[in-house]
């Protein structure tokens, strides 16, 4: 069983940062493909960024390219987005989900891709 538990929420002006960590249980975190998903009051869960389990490959939605970047630390099981230049419309509840057994290059973009997932955690962007 994985569990992942999110941190780094908060209230944030427009233009302002934020980090979100998700920490991973498990001694194969190595091997666990990992994703970033949010979602906004009314609308539903969207794909914000993923990374492989080899590091090497990163996938971001249009919406956040260039802004947020995801990454990880194997050494502490942990994954990482960090958001800058935030808007009012990032404003939403943000998952991290995890997969195993993918290949090295793979990232999904897709909620029903991923096994495991977080309890979420709010970020408000306002002024």
């Known amino acids: 069983q994985v569990q992942l538990v999110e941190s780094g929420g908060g209230l944030v002006h427009p233009g302002g940062s934020l980090r979100l960590s998700c920490a991973a249980s498990?001694?194969?975190?190595?091997?666990?493909?990992m994703g970033w998903f949010r979602q906004a009051p009314g609308k539903e869960r969207e794909f914000v960024a993923g990374?492989?389990?080899?590091?090497?490959?990163?996938y971001y939605a249009d919406s956040v390219k260039g802004r947020f970047t995801i990454s990880r630390d194997n050494a502490k099981n942990t994954v990482y987005l960090q958001m800058n230049s935030l808007k009012p419309e990032d404003t939403a509840v943000y998952y991290c989900?995890?997969?195993?057994?993918?290949?090295?290059?793979?990232?999904?973009?897709?909620?029903?891709?991923?096994?495991?997932w977080g309890q979420g955690t709010q970020v408000t962007v306002s002024s």
């Open positions: 989900a995890a997969d195993l057994a993918r290949p090295a290059e793979w990232v999904g973009n897709n909620g029903h891709e991923y096994v495991y």
């Open positions: 990374i492989s389990w080899s590091g090497g490959f990163t």
């Open positions: 498990g001694r194969t975190f190595s091997y666990y493909a």
